[in-house]
């Protein structure tokens, strides 16, 4: 599964939003309605589960579904 696809399934249980539109673009604020604690809820699953710290200054820097994916991929290779 791709770091995109699990972003996605998570973000679609997490907020309740349909898998199919979720896309790279997607701004998880303004796309998705995510408030601040949904934004905050995401980021510390996505640390358990890629064994991560997302600091506070990247996590402010994380908007978009595409931001998210980019920051993933380069903290697990």
């Given amino acids: 599964m791709s770091t995109f696809e699990k972003v996605?399934?998570?973000?679609?249980?997490?907020?309740d939003v349909e898998e199919e539109k979720i896309t790279l673009e997607t701004d998880i604020i303004d796309d998705l309605?995510?408030?601040?604690l949904d934004l905050a809820e995401l980021l510390?699953?996505?640390e358990d589960e890629y064994g991560i710290v997302i600091t506070d200054e990247s996590a402010h820097q994380?908007?978009?579904?595409?931001?998210?994916?980019?920051?993933?991929?380069?903290?697990i290779r």
Avoid: H, P
Wanted: charged share 35%; proline share 0%.
């Fill in 8 to 15: 996605r399934e998570q973000l679609s249980r997490e907020l």
């Fill in 33 to 36: 309605g995510a408030d601040s």
């Fill in 44 to 46: 510390i699953t996505l």
């Fill in 62 to 75: 994380l908007r978009t579904v595409q931001e998210v994916v980019d920051f993933l991929d380069k903290q």
